[in-house]
């Protein structure tokens, strides 16, 4: 069993800053790979950050130099830092985790709840 918690969506003008933060827990053995992806009203869910146990991170083009995806291995959790934010980024963003479980060592894929992101014009 995983559990992921996502926190830090919300309404936000266009300019200003959100935080997003998601935590995971439960039978994991190691998590390889931690990111965000978003999903618009009648888009497909895009890749919009992602980090890897290696310490690489990847972004979308229309976040580079906006977003910032930090993970704090202790913790098990990943943090979106978004920044200038644009009435495009609205958007419900997504946690997802790929992870080795304790119980039997296969690599897993978890989604978290979704937040919603809205930044208004």
């Known amino acids: 069993q995983v559990q992921l918690v996502e926190s830090g969506g919300g309404l936000v003008q266009a300019g200003g800053s959100l935080r997003l933060s998601c935590a995971v827990s439960g039978s994991i053995f190691s998590i390889n790979a931690m990111g965000w992806y978003r999903q618009a009203p009648g888009k497909r869910r895009e890749l919009v950050a992602e980090t890897t146990s290696g310490g690489n991170t990847n972004y979308v083009d229309s976040v580079k130099g906006r977003f910032t995806i930090s993970r704090d291995n202790a913790k098990n959790t990943v943090y979106l830092e978004m920044n200038s934010l644009k009435p495009e980024d609205t958007a419900v963003y997504y946690c997802?985790?790929?992870?080795?479980?304790?119980?039997?060592?296969?690599?897993?894929?978890?989604w978290g709840q979704g937040t919603q992101v809205t930044v208004s014009s």
């Open positions: 997802n985790v790929e992870y080795v479980s304790s119980s039997d060592k296969y690599e897993y894929g978890y």
